[in-house]
Each structure stands twice: as C-alpha cells, then as structure tokens.
C-alpha cells in the first residue's frame, strides 16, 4: 500500500463509517445494539462466490480495526491472488456488535475493488509479451479514486496520477484556452519555475503536427496520442522516435488494444478500467 494513499483512505474510511453509523445524538447500529450484547464475541469469514481477482483485503483490515482496535484479523489470500468459488478470503473475531457494524462498509469496498482488478488483469493479459503498460485514469467515483488506483494495480496496471496537484497534463481545454501548445508549455514552465515546483509534464495532442509543435515549444516527459487510429498512432511513435515517453487514450476498448500496443507506443490509458466495472461477488457470514 503506498504511503501517499493512506490519508486519503482513512478519510474514506472514516467517511464511511459516519455514512453508515451517524454522528452526534441518536447515532449507532440500533438494529445490532437492539438484538446483540455489546460483550457478545464471535467470528466471521469472507467467502468468495465468484472467480476473479480479489482486492482489498488489506482495506478490510483498516476498517474493521479503525472500528474495533479488539478485532483480530486472520488472512488466509493476499490482494491481486486469482480466487475461485468457495474460497475464504479472512476471518476475523471479535465483538459482534463491531463485525457487524463493518460488514456492509468492507464488502463495498472489496467487491468494488475485486472487480476493478478483475477488469484490469483481463486487459493486463491482452497486453501480454509486449512493453506496453495498461493506465488508469481519473475516471473514478468522487472521494472513493484511492481504491481504484490500488484495485487498478492489484489487477496488474499502473497507476497514471492521484489528481490535478501531483502532474501536469495539458489537455484540449488547456491548450484551447491558453491558445495554443506553444502558450501553454511557456505558461507551464513559468509556473513550474515561480512555484519552486518540479512535476512531470504530460501533453495531449490531436494531431501529427501537434506532436512536432510539442518538441519546437521545448518538449514533454510525455506525449498522448487522443483518439488516434492505430496508423496515425504507428507514425506518431516514429516521430516521437524515443525523445519522450508515449501514450494512447481515447476510445480504445479490449478488441482492440493490442493493436494500439503493437504500435510500440509506452502506455494505453483506458478509462472503462474503473468506470464500467461490475462487482465480484462475495459475502461476510457467521462461522
């Protein structure tokens, strides 16, 4: 888990906790509280009930402990191994009053995740023997894009930036507004210079002549193809001839991925990766 996900996970984590239990006056699990005595101890297992790759294992145990430091946390898999029907992910003892309030809280987050790094490894796997590297984007649900970044590189991905605060990349609005690649690289390295700021410079460009205006503006650590067809994006890449590193996005689904990457661009960005996923299934039961 990188060190720079963990604020942002323990403020989803705590925003999850108040989402489901409340704060202030008349806040708890009163269904649990009503039914269960608070020293009543017991023990929970995850079970898997569909094939996939698990994620957020690690998670679930900073969220049951964040409830509940009592709680004990037995790992039986690891994040990013392949999972069958039937297989026990965990278990975890202690109050039943606290597994309980935790229940619904890791399940949303694990079969949201298992499912992104599902999706990423079945792109991963198209990508298989070639250099190119499969990136998320920021595509993500608000508040939750922390654990699609780590689903996405349980899956076997890598990570593209967090936000707008840790790279610079240019876009079509950018440029447009700034008027043009030229006004816009000049603005960034002003910026950069001003603020005492050394971030990595992304551009967009949307044509082959854009990519040359780029390097005549005093280039990029990187140049993305948008919405380039797999022959412009061959003949970018030879322009771009290894002075910076490459990358395709916009529209490119798994039927034709491999094609993109045959091309010998660096990386392919791929949206669908976090925002057309569909969960696995698993469940937090009694033992």
Same mark, same amino acid.
């Given at each position: 888990?990188?060190?720079?996900?963990?604020?942002?996970?323990?403020?989803?984590?705590?925003?999850?906790?108040?989402?489901? $239990?409340?704060?202030?006056?008349?806040?708890?699990?009163?269904?649990?509280?009503?039914?269960?005595?608070?020293?009543?101890?017991?023990?929970?297992?995850?079970?898997?009930?569909?094939?996939?790759?698990?994620?957020?294992?690690?998670?679930?145990?900073?969220?049951?402990?964040?409830?509940?430091?009592? @709680?004990?946390?037995?790992?039986?898999?690891?994040?990013?191994?392949?999972?069958?029907?039937?297989?026990?992910?965990?278990?975890?003892?202690?109050?039943?009053?606290?597994? =309980?309030?935790?229940?619904?809280?890791?399940?949303?987050?694990?079969?949201?995740?298992?499912?992104?790094?599902t999706q990423?490894?079945?792109?991963?796997?198209?990508?298989?023997?070639?250099?190119?590297? =499969?990136?998320?984007?920021?595509?993500?649900?608000?508040?939750?894009?922390? =654990?699609?970044?780590?689903?996405?590189? $349980?899956?076997g991905g890598?990570?593209?930036?967090?936000?707008?605060?840790?790279?610079?990349?240019?876009?079509?609005?950018?440029?447009?507004?700034?008027?043009?690649?030229?006004?816009?690289?000049?603005?960034?390295?002003?910026?950069?210079?001003?603020?005492?700021?050394?971030?990595? @410079?992304?551009?967009?460009?949307?044509?082959?002549?854009? $990519?040359?205006?780029?390097?005549?503006?005093?280039?990029a650590d990187?140049?993305?193809?948008?919405?380039?067809?797999?022959?412009?994006?061959?003949?970018?890449?030879?322009?771009?001839?290894?002075?910076?590193?490459?990358?395709?996005?916009?529209?490119?689904? =798994?039927?034709?991925?491999?094609?993109?990457?045959?091309?010998?661009?660096?990386?392919?960005?791929?949206?669908?990766?976090?925002?057309?996923?569909?969960?696995?299934?698993?469940?937090?039961?009694?033992?």
């Amino acid at each position: 888990m990188k060190p720079e996900y963990l604020p942002f996970l323990d403020t989803l984590i705590d925003a999850a906790i108040a989402e489901d $239990i409340g704060s202030g006056p008349g806040a708890g699990d009163h269904t649990s509280l009503s039914t269960i005595p608070a020293d009543k101890r017991g023990r929970m297992r995850l079970l898997c009930k569909q094939e996939g790759v698990i994620a957020g294992i690690e998670v679930a145990q900073r969220v049951f402990l964040r409830l509940d430091p009592t @709680i004990t946390f037995e790992q039986c898999l690891k994040d990013g191994d392949r999972v069958k029907i039937g297989d026990v992910a965990f278990y975890v003892e202690g109050r039943l009053v606290s597994l =309980l309030q935790s229940e619904r809280i890791v399940l949303n987050i694990m079969q949201r995740m298992s499912g992104v790094a599902t999706q990423t490894a079945v792109y991963v796997e198209r990508l298989k023997g070639l250099h190119t590297r =499969l990136l998320d984007t920021r595509k993500t649900t608000p508040g939750m894009r922390v =654990l699609d970044k780590m689903a996405v590189e $349980i899956g076997g991905g890598v990570n593209h930036r967090i936000g707008l605060f840790d790279m610079i990349l240019l876009k079509d609005n950018h440029i447009d507004f700034a008027g043009g690649i030229a006004k816009a690289l000049d603005g960034v390295h002003k910026y950069l210079k001003e603020n005492n700021l050394q971030l990595p @410079i992304e551009v967009e460009v949307r044509s082959l002549e854009d $990519i040359d205006e780029v390097f005549s503006a005093g280039g990029a650590d990187r140049i993305m193809f948008d919405n380039f067809s797999v022959e412009e994006t061959r003949e970018a890449v030879r322009r771009v001839a290894g002075r910076c590193e490459t990358e395709s996005s916009g529209g490119i689904a =798994l039927d034709t991925l491999r094609a993109y990457a045959e091309t010998g661009v660096d990386f392919i960005s791929v949206g669908a990766l976090t925002h057309q996923i569909k969960s696995l299934d698993m469940s937090l039961k009694a033992v």
